[in-house]
């Protein structure tokens, strides 16, 4: 490779040519997002989350920055941020890696071996290690609640709620706005 340059358009250039959504507003290869799908026979089967990606200026030399936009529920990821704690991306990550094997090996290992003794959501840690059976009635909650969009893509949900709002296109059950007088 000539450059960190070259190779990240390289790797999002493979990721778009994968199975994968990827969005990239204003054509912006640094910051994008990408449509994962929760791993077969796992718990998250069934749920598709937006994941977004940012790209240090020294990738792949520096790791990617991952993180879930919207929720799950998993020890190792954080609730609100959405941030992930895996090594290989956190501390282990070498420029052998490639935006690929993000998507198609660390995040579905994350989400298939949870390590609930290394928390950035310390309920999830502590309700897997006390009832593993509940736990995953609130992991599959949570994909109900947040990861499952009736056959839209997670980017194609986004962006409709984005135009919604901004077009004033959302539904409120209010008959009448309150202050406006009755004419």
């Keep these: 490779m000539s450059s960190p340059s070259k190779r990240r358009e390289m790797d999002v250039m493979k990721l778009m040519m994968s199975d994968y959504i990827v969005d990239t507003p204003n054509d912006r290869l640094n910051e994008f997002s990408v449509e994962f799908h929760g791993p077969k026979e796992s718990v998250y089967e069934g749920g598709v989350w937006k994941v977004r990606v940012e790209l240090p200026d020294a990738y792949p030399y520096k790791s990617p920055s991952i993180g879930f936009v919207n929720k799950i529920f998993h020890p190792n990821v954080d609730e609100l941020s959405g941030s992930v704690c895996l090594d290989v991306i956190n501390q282990s990550w070498s420029p052998m890696f490639d935006l690929l094997n993000t998507f198609e090996v660390f995040l579905p290992q994350l989400l298939l071996y949870p390590n609930p003794s290394d928390p950035l959501n310390g309920d999830a840690a502590s309700l897997m290690m006390k009832d593993k059976k509940e736990y995953e009635e609130k992991v599959k909650e949570y994909c109900e609640r947040y990861a499952k969009n009736n056959g839209k893509s997670a980017v194609e949900e986004d962006e409709s709620a984005e135009?919604?709002?901004?077009?004033?296109?959302?539904?409120?059950s209010d008959d009448e706005i309150p202050g406006r007088a009755d004419l």
């Design 163 to 172: 135009e919604d709002i901004s077009d004033g296109n959302y539904s409120s």
